[in-house]
Each structure stands twice: as structure tokens, then as C-alpha cells.
């Protein structure tokens, strides 16, 4: 049985708009490439999503992934990535030391024969204020822990 290479990479540029101190809005284009064994493929996708900044300690975005949906073809297979629809909302606490956020996901949200609701949840805190954080998340059954420095 033979060996085979197999390479999954995006290439993302990202713009965020500011009218007002509570209001954002942002933008992302990709380009996202694939290879498996001696076949290539390349596909072109887009990002749009929107914040509101409520009086602290709240704030909601809506993120629509894969508006301009990417398709890539390894081939004559063509691989679509899914559409996805995502509402959050979050709370900062202890002087935006501590950070809560819950998302609704709602998978594929153009097709009404895959489509699915995924709900997530994140936990933040800043050990050493504006230096180290810990992050913890479930998406689902799967769940991540961090460490990052701001």
C-alpha cells in the first residue's frame, strides 16, 4: 500500500469596519487550496459578520461563513464548503478579565436536507491581566483548552 500526500491550506485576508464605538462590521476573503496525491485543487470563498457592543458588560455578532461558498475540485470531486450561519452572544466580567460567550450554529443553513444546529460555549480568563489567558470551550462533544499570550 502506497503513501500518499495530502495538504489542506487557506490563504485569508480580513478587513473590520468601526462607524461607531458599539457597532462593527467585518469581512474576510479566502483562497483555499487542497492537494491529495498527484491531484490540486483551488477554491475561492468569503466571510461576512457584524458586532454590537451593548452597554458593558454585553455584546452579539452574526457571522455568515461562506457566503461566497468555496468549491474545490480534486479531479472531476467536487468539495463544497458549507454555508453556516452563527449568532453569539457574550458577557465580560471583572473588568473584561473573565469572558463568556455561547454560540448557535446553524450548519449548511442554505440546505434544508443537511442543515443542523450546533450550539457552542467558551470561558476566558486573563491570569496575568493583558499578558497570559486561559481558554476553555465545547462545541458539541469535543472540548478545547488553551493558553495564550495577548
Known amino acids: 500500500m502506497g503513501e500518499y500526500f495530502y495538504a489542506e491550506n487557506a490563504l485569508i485576508a480580513a478587513y473590520a469596519y468601526n462607524p461607531l464605538q458599539s ?23 468569503a466571510d461576512l459578520a457584524a458586532l454590537v457592543k451593548l452597554p458593558r458588560p454585553f ?21 463544497y464548503y458549507p454555508r453556516d450561519l452563527r449568532a ?13 460567550d455561547v454560540d448557535l450554529v446553524v450548519t449548511d443553513f442554505t440546505t434544508k436536507s443537511s442543515r443542523g444546529f450546533a450550539p457552542r460555549g467558551g470561558l476566558e480568563f486573563e491570569l496575568v491581566p493583558d ?20
Open 23 to 45: 457597532l462593527g462590521f467585518g469581512a474576510s476573503l479566502k483562497l483555499i487550496t487542497k492537494n491529495l496525491a498527484v491531484y490540486s485543487g483551488v477554491g475561492l470563498g
Open 59 to 79: 455584546s452579539f455578532g452574526l457571522v455568515c461563513e461562506n457566503i461566497l461558498q468555496p468549491i474545490v475540485t480534486l479531479n472531476y470531486l467536487r468539495d
Open 88 to 100: 453569539a452572544a457574550a458577557v465580560r466580567l471583572l473588568d473584561d478579565r473573565v469572558k463568556f
Open 131 to 150: 499578558v497570559l489567558i486561559s481558554r476553555f470551550g465545547l462545541d458539541g462533544n469535543d472540548i478545547s483548552v488553551g493558553l495564550g499570550v495577548h
